[in-house]
């Protein structure tokens, strides 16, 4: 992000918003399970990375273009189902539970004046190592089961 292009009374009551504020446009939201948040770990799955995408904005991090691995996760982990769909949606509950206090923090650091893009790099490079982790529980793509419903 170009800290140039926010001016001083930006988040502050009457001033203009940080640009990182509107780094999710509605018709952006949910992007980031193209192939349809269907089910509540699917919406999780997409909200997460909606606002990690805002952590990445405010820590200057280009974030890379949507991978299959990421943008398909939500329905190959519920194809695998077990014990490996439980701990995933445990991990996707633990980075929530991470990424939204440290957004708010964020924010929050903003508007005494103070320079958050630190602590955002922090908490994005701690967001992607986490979600990596969570990542490598659905098995690859060629091997992964599928169950009959």
Known sequence: MDRSSISSDEG?????????????SPQQFGQAAEAGPTTAIGMKWSALHDAASIVARIAAVETPVTSDRVRHFPARIRDTGGWRRHLAEQGIDDLTAILEPGLAALLAVHARGADPQPAALALWQEFVF?????????????????RST
């Open 12 to 24: 502050v009551e009457g001033g203009a918003p940080p640009a990182y504020v509107h780094a999710v």
């Open 130 to 146: 986490a979600r990596n982790a969570v990542l490598d529980l659905a098995p690859p793509a060629e091997t992964a089961p599928l």
